[in-house]
Nanobody, 123 residues
């Protein structure tokens, strides 16, 4: 119904930058909140950043001042710009999109997750 495709992960040196992208497609009437979560080995999945349909941004304390989240509503895309990367940022990053279905399912909510993209920061 709603598919998310993530891209932009990779290997980067500490202090470097990466930009993640997530494109949503399917039976979408509207998208409300979009965000990014991450999960490191042996750890739980934690919130990184979210952005509402009105542009309100929430950032985890650990990335505040280094990461920026943005969205392109015309493309159903959310971005995560990651600067000043640290080894502790190493994790699988997952895109999350919340909204409502189109057509016969109008106003029915969805909460979709991507497959994840690996980010590795070397020291």
């Amino acid at each position: 119904q709603v598919q998310l495709v993530e891209s932009g992960g990779g290997l980067v040196q500490a202090g470097g930058s990466l930009r993640l992208s997530c494109v949503a497609s399917g039976s979408i009437r509207s998208i409300n909140r979009m965000g990014w979560y991450r999960q490191a080995p042996t750890k739980q999945r934690d919130l990184v950043a979210t952005i509402s349909s009105g542009g309100r941004i929430n950032l985890a304390d650990s990335v505040n001042g280094r990461f920026t989240i943005s969205r392109d509503n015309a493309k159903n895309t959310v971005y995560l710009q990651m600067n000043s990367l640290k080894p502790e940022d190493t994790a699988v990053y997952y895109c999350n999109v919340q909204g409502s279905y189109a057509g016969a399912w109008a106003r029915a909510p969805f909460d979709s997750w991507g497959q994840g993209t690996q980010v590795t920061v070397s020291s």
